[in-house]
Structure formats: C-alpha cells, structure tokens
C-alpha cells in the first residue's frame, strides 16, 4: 500500500535538549531546557505531550463527527509524558493520556476515547506503528 503525504513538517534543532528548535516556516520557534532545570525553554517531553494530546482531541472530533455525536464544548485531553532511565535499556519514555468529555454518558465516551485512540497517528505510533529512519546527513 502507497502512503500519501498530508503535511512534512520541518524543523531544525541545534543544542540538543539545551538549544533551540525552529520550524522551516518559522511558526515553532522555540528555547529547548532539559527537564528539571531553571533554563528557559520547553523540553521535548512537553512537546510530545502538546503534540500528541492535540492530535488526539482533532481524532475525537473525527471519530464523533462519524458517530453523529457532537463532543461537548469542554473537551479536554491531559498528557503526561515520563523521561524514564533504566540499567538495561537507558532511557525510554512513557506517557498516558486522560481525556475528558463530560456530559456524554461512560459507554458512549469510552467507545470515542476506543475510536480515536485507533485512528490518532500519534497513538499508532505508541504502539509501534511509526515508520522511522535515523541517516547522517
């Protein structure tokens, strides 16, 4: 099967977790501090946790917009992302999202929360599903 492209997005790092992001259309630029310091900046954990629990949401409004069900007007999608260190594998990350629609009776948001985790890409790709190269320019 044949993907299609949607959007690339671009964006150059330099410093690493203590430098600096811009996106090539300059729309995401950013001061990048490692987690736990007082440096300025945001850290890729944070951006993960923006990046995936945006995408998520956009997934419930799709997923309700298939149902014919409208998604209460406070829906909200809390991330949390972890910088764990082990002996074996080093670091690694975990992450949970908590999603809340209130209004909707427990069945029917369970079966969006179900729905959108199945089409979010960035959900696929906590499971696995992400097709990844690392090359040196």
Request: net charge negative; with cysteine.
């Amino acid at each position: 099967m044949a993907l299609k492209t949607l959007y690339t997005a671009q964006v150059h790092t330099i410093g690493g977790r203590d430098g600096a992001a811009r996106s090539s259309d300059g729309q995401l630029d950013v001061q990048l501090g490692s987690p736990g310091t007082k440096r300025p900046g945001t850290n890729p954990e944070q951006l993960f946790a923006a990046g995936w629990s945006a995408c998520f949401e956009g997934a419930l409004s799709f997923a309700a917009g298939q149902a014919g069900i409208k998604l209460p007007a406070d829906t909200a999608v809390d991330a949390e992302v972890d910088l764990n260190v082990d002996d074996q594998e080093g670091f690694i990350l975990s992450a949970r999202l908590k999603v809340s629609l209130p209004g909707l009776d427990a069945d029917t948001a369970q079966a969006l929360v179900d729905r959108a985790d199945a089409i979010c890409p960035y959900s696929k790709m906590t499971r696995g599903g992400i097709a990844a190269d690392v090359s040196l320019a």
